[in-house]
């Protein structure tokens, strides 16, 4: 990935989620890139989940691009619409429901994070989150009855079921909390901002829904975000989720209670580089969000950790599948001590192992 191609990605984001605040001479250049180099932004933005905010860009500022390539665009945009109205129309189904049989159903990410969008069907969105603020074994009965879903309970924080043919994850925990010690310090925080703080109502196409209080949703996204970044890595999207977050309600955020417990739990050289991330290359005015330091050498190896994104399936086959991890492991461990500086390293490890071979109902 060309220098050339990571300014391209940059200024098309910036364009789109601020636009006046872009220089001309800065969209004027865009005229001079060639079709192949558009291909590869296409295949960037695509697997980074940026390419329909990106095609906003192209389109609002008319932007001249080979036709291949606008074709391309178009294609991706269509899919990442029709697979989000599938998604909403399935939420606000699933709130009705709840809301039918008594209780308030919190959506996290996804749809709920979408509306924070200049349009909310250009976020792609996979599975749906929901919180039913203590309600989440109620919740399951109910969709075992109404829709006869069948409710795994296999995985760690959360159930599974399906409706529409679409998965749904019942969150009874906002975190997993086995795989490293400060995640249990981590939950309490956030079961704590959920219960003492007003979820945000919403009304989507006619129904109603929760997103969570301004710090909850800060704190959730932060560790979210920051478990994915540690174990794997995060998207473009996880920074424009983060931007157009703070750009709405960073000034309801309680950052000095957010920075006392980051320092508590360890997430501090994080959050200062997720914010500096967002600031720097995404755009989000400074005046948003704070940061007690900036690594300027740690922010760029960050920012181009985001831009290498792609999934990785995990080899089948035990001893192939463990050496995966292994090694993905000791590559993200520069990573996983900005996130997690409270955990050691190998004791983190061996819990890791033992939540993937231990099934929940034991740690339960």
Not at 44 to 52: E, K, Y
């Amino acid at each position: 990935m060309s220098d050339r191609h990571i300014r391209t990605i940059s200024l098309l984001i910036r364009m789109s989620l601020w636009g006046g605040s872009v220089p001309q001479s800065e969209i004027d250049g865009l005229g001079n890139i060639e079709e192949g180099e558009w291909r590869e932004i296409h295949s960037i933005a695509l697997r980074s989940g940026v390419a329909a905010i990106i095609f906003d860009a192209i389109m609002e500022y008319g932007i001249s691009i080979p036709r291949r390539s606008k074709m391309m665009f178009i294609s991706s945009v269509d899919k990442i619409e029709r697979k989000y109205g599938e998604k909403r129309r399935t939420a606000v189904q699933l709130a009705g429901l709840f809301r039918q049989n008594g209780i308030r159903m919190m959506i996290l990410k996804g749809v709920g994070l979408s509306l924070l969008y200049p349009h909310p069907n250009h976020r792609p969105c996979s599975d749906i989150d929901i919180y039913l603020f203590g309600e989440q074994k109620r919740g399951d009965e109910i969709v075992r009855k109404r829709l006869s879903a069948d409710v795994n309970e296999s995985h760690h924080h959360h159930t599974v079921f399906y409706v529409n043919g679409i998965m749904v994850e019942n969150h009874y925990d906002f975190v997993e909390t086995h795989s490293r010690r400060s995640k249990k310090t981590i939950e309490a925080y956030l079961k704590g901002f959920a219960d003492t703080e007003p979820a945000i109502a919403e009304t989507l196409d006619g129904e109603t829904i929760y997103t969570p209080s301004p710090n909850l949703n800060a704190m959730f996204l932060i560790l979210h975000s920051g478990s994915h970044f540690a174990a794997e890595n995060i998207s473009l999207r996880h920074l424009t989720d983060w931007a157009l977050f703070l750009d709405r309600y960073g000034d309801s955020v309680d950052w000095g209670k957010m920075y006392e417990i980051a320092d508590k739990c360890g997430f501090t050289v994080y959050l200062d580089c997720l914010n500096s991330m967002c600031t720097d290359y995404i755009g989000l005015s400074p005046d948003k969000c704070p940061r007690r330091s900036t690594d300027t050498d740690l922010v760029e190896r960050a920012w181009r950790d985001v831009l290498k994104y792609k999934e990785k399936e995990i080899p089948s086959g035990i001893v192939k599948g463990w050496i995966f991890r292994i090694k993905r492991r000791i590559s993200n461990i520069w990573k996983g001590r900005m996130v997690y500086q409270r955990d050691g390293v190998v004791v983190s490890f061996i819990r890791s192992a033992l939540v993937h071979l231990i099934p929940p109902k034991y740690w339960k």
